[in-house]
Nanobody, 117 residues
Framework: QVQLVESGGGVVQDGGSLRLSCVVS????????MGWYRQAIGKQRESVAT???????NYADSVKGRFTISGDNAKNTVWLQMNSLKPEDTAVYYC???????????WGQGTQVTVSS
């Protein structure tokens, strides 16, 4: 059973920064991409950023230049550094593992990020 544990969410003011962390059990990150996703109230879950085992990355247009995904597959850990946060970034952020074609097979419990204006 693959388990993911996220941490680092919270409340921050417009323009602030947060760093999310995700630790996944086992060595799945050595073989499959991992990613960060978010779901705002009343909206569908969307991909924010993904990182492959070779460290190649992809970002949603809405976060390019502000968010950075990084990972260490030897430590089974992925991070999301979020800078210049905006109120529209407010959502529950989920870590996903076993990502294929942008879709995750395994999910963390989610961590709330709230950006106040």
């Amino acid at each position: 059973q693959v388990q993911l544990v996220e941490s680092g969410g919270g409340v921050v003011q417009d323009g602030g920064s947060l760093r999310l962390s995700c630790v996944v059990s086992g060595s799945i990150f050595r073989f499959y991409a991992m990613g960060w996703y978010r779901q705002a109230i009343g909206k569908q879950r969307e991909s924010v950023a993904t990182i492959a085992p070779d460290r190649s990355t992809n970002y949603a247009d809405s976060v390019k230049g502000r968010f950075t995904i990084s990972g260490d597959n030897a430590k089974n850990t992925v991070w999301l550094q979020m800078n210049s946060l905006k109120p529209e970034d407010t959502a529950v952020y989920y870590c996903g593992a076993g990502v294929v074609a942008g879709l995750a097979r395994y999910w963390g419990q989610g961590t709330q990020v709230t950006v106040s204006s």
